[in-house]
């Protein structure tokens, strides 16, 4: 992503309302994205329900609730003294307390938590449980730093973040290099601060400490069920489909496991320094003890797997494939490698990462027929998960794995059905990107009309 982007014009009804993000919010461009993709697909709605636009809507959405940034000082094992800046986005509290992952990674900065906390809003709103949306993290980079340097950084960071938390006030979970680890770190040092043990304040913590079952499987195996979704309307299933799938972390590897049990072959996986192709399909228990346990980098696969080959340089999306579920990070599918994609067959895409293609990629792919479920549909598998551990947190409760993953499927059908129905009543069938975003908006908007200019 680039200032450069050029946005184009959006109905007379929304442009103002971006043209102050644009104005208020400069050198954010994957905010202005985010909120561009949005007030585009709402336009329509706001025609037919001036109230929303009497109501002050959209200039409160697009504003975060409270944004906070704090410095993370913390030692290296070298005994260096090191430091991180740390966010929190409470974007919108109108559904319940903030809810949405931490990320970890060197190119986080304001631009990416608001996108990401925007996103947000309305894709838990989505899941028709009560979250509003948020999301955080810092540009602390997990690679390559031991267990103890990591757990120091944890430490520190929610020294300061804990007193913005709490199981009614905004509930974090994890998202790109924040898994189980850190999240136990986490977890453990809101405790100590707060003298609190209120497990509901985190989710996606271990099944034996206060986690659900399948939340770690959620959002890999709900962009899975999403798919299955879309290819059901026209009759098509996983069977026999070869998928392509990028990143090798939480949301890939479940991703993987799903498509494989439906029937599927999963023939590629990557990470930053590039992907692998395996034409027997992706082996899970390798691709697990590579990634989960050895941290290691993804060309040790094609080192131990004789049907795989590692790629350095090129696109994990020059692979031919049935279907795709980018599942690494933002604007990881360009336009060209959209056309790639269309020109060696893809039938769907379902997003499993946040916001992964740019939107020229998500144009390409809808005129060309291709199913395409945007992320906030998509992928809302997880956090819909981490309202269900939230409900076994509050109640004292244990939810078993199978009735944990029916109710998931469940929600993905909603979900489908939800944006499908906005879709088909805006004039625009089978555009579950319109879908989506009046769905969630819809929602978002009735409950702030109803509570009132806060
Ligand atoms: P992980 O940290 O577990 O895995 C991320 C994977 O993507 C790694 O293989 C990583 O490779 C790769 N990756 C990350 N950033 C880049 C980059 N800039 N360029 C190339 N490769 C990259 O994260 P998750 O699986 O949890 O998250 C993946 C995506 O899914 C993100 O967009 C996240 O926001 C989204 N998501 C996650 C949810 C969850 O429950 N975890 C829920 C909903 C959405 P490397 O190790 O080399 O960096
Ligand atoms: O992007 C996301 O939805 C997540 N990283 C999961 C958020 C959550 O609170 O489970």
Redesign the pocket.
């Known amino acids: 992503m680039t200032e450069t982007i050029d946005f184009h014009p959006l109905a007379a009804s929304v442009q103002p309302v971006f043209t102050t993000v644009l104005d208020r919010s400069p050198h954010e461009p994957e905010f202005h994205q985010a909120v561009h993709e949005v007030l585009h697909s709402i336009a329509p709605v706001l025609e037919e329900h001036p109230e929303y636009v009497e109501g002050g809507i959209l200039e409160r959405l697009v504003e975060p609730e409270r944004q906070i940034m704090f410095r993370v000082p913390w030692v290296d094992d070298a005994g260096r003294l090191q430091v991180n800046r740390g966010y929190r986005i409470q974007f919108s509290s109108v559904l319940g307390p903030y809810k949405g992952?931490l990320?970890f990674?060197p190119?986080v900065n304001l631009s990416i938590i608001k996108f990401?906390g925007f996103e947000q809003i309305f894709?838990n709103a989505l899941t028709g449980q009560g979250i509003g949306g948020g999301k955080g993290g810092s540009d602390f980079d997990p690679?390559g730093r031991s267990d103890a340097e990591v757990m120091r950084f944890c430490q520190s960071f929610m020294n300061e973040l804990y007193r913005h938390l709490g199981e009614h006030t905004d509930v974090p979970?994890?998202?790109?290099?924040?898994?189980g680890r850190e999240i136990g770190y986490l977890f453990g040092q809101y405790r100590k601060v707060t003298n609190r043990h209120e497990s509901g304040m985190f989710t996606?913590k271990g099944t034996g400490w206060g986690g659900a079952e399948v939340?770690t499987e959620?959002?890999?195996y709900g962009a899975v069920f999403f798919a299955q979704e879309m290819l059901a309307v026209h009759n098509e299933s996983f069977e026999g489909k070869r998928v392509g799938i990028?990143?090798?972390?939480?949301?890939?590897?479940y991703a993987i496991e799903k498509a494989t049990q439906l029937g599927a072959t999963a023939v590629t996986?990557?990470?930053?320094?590039g992907y692998v192709v395996d034409d027997a399909g992706i082996d899970l228990a390798l691709l697990r003890q590579l990634?989960e346990v050895e941290r290691a980098?993804?060309v040790e696969y094609a080192n131990r797997r004789p049907s795989a080959r590692f790629v350095e340089n090129g696109s994990v999306w020059d692979v031919p494939v049935d279907i795709a579920i980018p599942?690494?990070?933002?604007n990881?599918v360009s336009a060209a490698e959209a056309q790639t994609l269309i020109a060696n067959g893809v039938r769907a895409v379902s997003e499993?990462?946040?916001?992964?293609c740019v939107p020229e990629a998500v144009d390409a792919f809808q005129k060309a027929g291709v199913l395409f479920a945007p992320?906030k549909a998509a992928?809302?598998?997880?956090?819909a998960t981490?309202a269900l551990e939230m409900s076994q947190n509050a109640s004292r409760q244990r939810w078993s794995f199978a009735d944990s993953e029916n109710k998931l499927r469940e929600i993905m059908g909603d979900i489908h059905d939800a944006a499908f129905r906005a879709a088909e009543r805006y004039g625009t069938p089978g555009d579950y990107v319109a879908g989506a975003n009046i769905a969630g908006f819809e929602r978002v908007a009735n409950a702030m009309l109803a509570q009132g200019v806060i």
């Open positions: 992952g990320r990674h190119s990401l894709k690679h979970a994890g998202d790109i290099g924040v898994g996606g939340r959620a959002t890999g990028s990143g090798s972390g939480n949301v890939a590897i996986a990557s990470d930053s320094s990634k980098r993804i599942s690494a990070t933002q990881e499993g990462a946040n916001m992964p992320g992928n809302a598998g997880g956090v981490s």
